[in-house]
């Protein structure tokens, strides 16, 4: 399997963003939170968010924007075909090590009843 990131699996429209926040449900977490929605299609796409809540420094925000984006390229095994998945970095995310995040959405995954895998990755950024 390719660990590309291609466009097609991106989420980039404020409409597709709304529309999973709206419709969708989520599971919360200390570090960040999941939104997911089935979206009828035959793949997964995963948008993120970081907001100035989390830190007002756009180089943090751009950290945890690409530590989320590794994240979900490297383990997109444990996440559903057929949904829209926002990850949503909460407040704590700013202090976080890439470690703690990437156990916390793998964590977060395996509850909301997507298959958890033993072949994770330790890929660090």
């Known amino acids: 399997m390719s660990e590309r990131f291609p466009r ?12 999973v926040f709206r419709q969708g449900k989520k599971k919360q977490g200390r570090l960040v939170c999941i939104h997911y929605l ?27 924007k690409r530590r989320l ?17 926002v990850l949503r970095a909460l407040p704590a995310c700013a202090s976080a090590e890439y470690g703690e995040l990437r156990d916390e959405v793998i ?3 395996a509850d909301i009843g997507f298959k958890k895998t033993d072949n994770i990755s330790d890929t660090t950024i």
Do not use: M
């Open 38 to 64: 089935y979206n009828k299609e035959d793949r997964t796409r995963v948008g993120i968010t970081v907001s100035k809540k989390v830190d007002k420094r756009a180089v943090v925000r751009n950290l945890i």
């Open 107 to 109: 964590s977060l995954a």
């Open 8 to 19: 097609q699996d991106r989420i980039r429209a404020p409409r597709d963003f709304e529309k």
């Open 69 to 85: 984006r590794e994240i979900f390229r490297k383990n997109r095994q444990i996440f559903p075909c057929c949904h829209d998945i």
